[in-house]
């Protein structure tokens, strides 16, 4: 990346700044590499300051740690060419003019998260897809089911910053719930598309769903099989249990309270 697209003249100050709002933020290394979709070595670089940070990295951490990005830079002003208020616009940086004259204040806001209306079509397909490649295995009923969707769900927002599915789900003490399954699969059975199986697991009642067709794979583009058929595969020789705790540590999750809406992003509800 060009040098012009690089931070400059903060680079004393932002290792320890990135390294206190990740801590604020109750975020790990890992963590914090997993939602900026890079290596954990890149974050420790960042945090030492033995690597740069990019104009693209600042933007995804203020996202990350809902701030702006002077809160990250402490409001140490930035001489600007022009390039970040083309491609960020104004509210997002203190603005300076070629003589080094602020011209522009970035308003510090803190939005309240706003949940995305989910495409019903593309849940239904979602779950085609989840089914018909995992549907039979023994250890995946509906509990299980849950953990696969929101997986799927913000590993996707982590990596590309849109939804998949955007689904919406609730804290509960057996970890996340996504609120509008109950429906999607209601009309999913209604429709024939899907069967319901009342089994059970290690002599454990399991509620199982198992296609009646295939998904039109012509509606989902490369990135979003390829990260669904990760889930799976990280996924797949979990217990229920296994899952629960694995979903229960994840960031998101463990930073919500118990029958609170779990945000995207970190830090707002």
């Given at each position: 990346?060009?040098?012009?697209?690089?931070?400059?003249?903060?680079?004393?100050?932002?290792?320890?700044?990135?390294?206190?709002?990740?801590?604020?933020?109750?975020?790990?290394?890992?963590?914090?590499a997993?939602?900026?979709?890079?290596?954990?070595?890149?974050?420790?670089?960042?945090?030492?300051?033995?690597?740069k940070?990019?104009?693209?990295?600042?933007?995804?951490?203020?996202?990350?740690?809902?701030?702006?990005?002077?809160?990250?830079?402490?409001?140490k002003?930035?001489?600007?060419?022009g390039l970040?208020?083309?491609?960020?616009?104004?509210n997002?940086?203190?603005?300076?003019?070629?003589?080094?004259?602020?011209s522009?204040?970035?308003?510090?806001?803190?939005?309240?998260?706003?949940?995305?209306?989910?495409?019903?079509d593309?849940y239904?397909?979602?779950?085609?897809?989840?089914?018909?490649?995992?549907?039979?295995?023994?250890?995946?009923?509906?509990?299980?089911?849950?953990?696969?969707?929101?997986?799927?769900?913000?590993?996707?927002?982590?990596?590309?910053?849109?939804?998949?599915?955007?689904?919406?789900?609730?804290?509960?003490?057996?970890?996340?719930?996504?609120?509008?399954?109950?429906?999607?699969?209601?009309?999913?059975i209604?429709?024939?598309?899907?069967?319901?199986?009342?089994?059970?697991?290690?002599?454990?009642?399991?509620?199982?769903?198992?296609?009646?067709?295939?998904?039109?794979?012509?509606?989902?583009?490369?990135?979003?099989?390829?990260?669904?058929?990760g889930?799976?595969?990280?996924?797949?020789?979990?217990?229920?249990?296994?899952?629960?705790?694995?979903?229960?540590?994840?960031?998101?999750?463990?930073?919500?309270?118990?029958?609170?809406?779990?945000?995207?992003?970190?830090?707002?509800?």
């Amino acid at each position: 990346m060009d040098d012009e697209f690089y931070i400059k003249d903060v680079d004393d100050m932002l290792p320890k700044r990135i390294k206190e709002l990740r801590k604020k933020e109750g975020l790990s290394q890992e963590e914090l590499a997993k939602l900026l979709n890079v290596s954990r070595p890149t974050v420790s670089q960042m945090e030492n300051g033995t690597r740069k940070v990019s104009l693209s990295d600042m933007v995804r951490l203020a996202n990350i740690f809902n701030v702006s990005i002077e809160e990250i830079m402490q409001e140490k002003p930035i001489k600007d060419n022009g390039l970040m208020q083309e491609m960020f616009g104004q509210n997002s940086f203190w603005l300076f003019d070629d003589k080094g004259k602020k011209s522009a204040k970035s308003s510090k806001r803190k939005k309240k998260f706003e949940f995305p209306e989910i495409d019903k079509d593309k849940y239904k397909d979602i779950l085609l897809y989840v089914l018909n490649k995992a549907g039979a295995w023994p250890n995946i009923g509906e509990a299980f089911l849950y953990k696969i969707l929101y997986f799927i769900d913000f590993d996707f927002y982590a990596k590309y910053r849109d939804y998949l599915i955007g689904e919406t789900y609730v804290k509960h003490n057996n970890g996340p719930v996504p609120l509008k399954f109950k429906n999607i699969i209601k009309e999913m059975i209604d429709d024939k598309n899907i069967i319901k199986l009342d089994n059970k697991y290690f002599s454990f009642p399991q509620t199982k769903y198992l296609p009646l067709k295939n998904p039109d794979l012509s509606k989902f583009k490369a990135n979003e099989t390829e990260l669904i058929d990760g889930v799976l595969y990280k996924m797949s020789g979990m217990s229920l249990e296994e899952a629960v705790e694995y979903s229960k540590s994840h960031a998101h999750c463990n930073n919500t309270e118990i029958n609170k809406k779990i945000s995207y992003e970190p830090g707002q509800v």
